[in-house]
């Protein structure tokens, strides 16, 4: 270091500091290093490795600051010329593999019951608002102009261009997506072929833009793939149901006594699923009504709920809700077995925690069947459109007769009988890997956005 100083006429603690990237040279500089180092400027300021050696090398630096190589308290091992290519070479593939396994290992189906479950709470804790993200989200639609009512889609397009991104419609997409976001060329393609995909790509570009919006860098873990997630469905709903318009227009249901998810819906053409889930975000916060939802399959299992009225979700050990199974007597699942299911099955519901009001609504066209739930505490009931049911159910869950033990006549007559063969949760562990995208088939990703012509 001292002697190439000397020849381009630098103190070697200066070339030090270049060399760990501490200081950014002068070109002037690096013109003099190479021709001291009989090289090209464009050898030196290269990414690449200037040889298979010297990116085995790299790898070993770089492998022994990572904080899992620390934890082992190994002296620091010098690439010297008396280590050899080859035992380079299998301690950098070594290392690699134990990084590889750790990070499968990482995102346990324990680990990422126990991420559901923080969040869970933290999203009780604040009533399920995000205050940041709705400040964003009024930028945004300040920014395009937005003065109330429905937001068109010249409006999300505007949004999306106000983060560098155009989005193009196209008749299909591949099968495994929604959407395909191009980064390199800044494009999102969504499938439009009637009015009802264009109403489910809607939230699918904001949610996309959400990311981009939020700075959300690549997920360091479950947990923090889990919020982002979170944060980005949430950007979405406040786009397209802005606080300013939908804030007033549930006041005035909570006056009437009228709230209902059903007119979120038609006021901002969005799912049913998405409104209902919106309300949850503004009903404690601007209505001062504590709510709960959830969303669950045919058979019951929960997928997706939210609470902060203390109504008793199933959990298991770790305080885990997602892939339980709710109580039969539930409103959720009283709705699949109703007459005409496909309209908002209202009921009252006493449990161990009190009694509940809820409104469920299957949504038809979904495979398997889905119900989404979105219900208040008896006393806030009032403020509520069905809140005159005559339905009434009780549930004994988790300690009761209704659902975990069967009938003891019927049992009798089935005990050591039966031997039934599940069908498998696969969506317990679809939401586990993280990194990649999960159910994704990337090969014809890849295809479709060679197809595009530019
Ligand atoms: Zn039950």
Redesign the pocket.
Known sequence: MDQLGSIVGKPGPHLSLLENGKREPKLSLIADLANALDTTIAALVSGEAPSARARLEIALERMQTDPAYRRLQLPHLKPSTSLPDTALEHLVALFEEVKRVSSIRAATPEEARAANAALREDMKARGNYFNEIEALARDALDRVGYTGGVVHEGALGDIAALYGFGVHRVPDVPVSVRSVTDMKNRRIYIRQRDALSAMAARPVVMQTIGHFALGHEDPVDFADYLRQRVEANYFAGAILMPEAAAVPMLLAAKAARDVSVEDLQEQFFVSYEMAGHRLTNLATEHLDLPTHFVRSDDQGVIWKAYENNDVPFPTDVDGAIEGQRL????GTRQAFRSEDKFSIHYQYTDTSSGTFWCGTHVEAGRSPLSAVTVGARFEEAKYFRGRQTDRHSV????D?E???RPNTEVAARWDGQVWPSPRIQSHVLAALPVGTFPGVDLPEIYEFLDGQTT
Do not use: H, K, V
């Open positions: 109580c039969r007597e539930w549930s004994l869950c988790p009761g209704c659902c975990r």
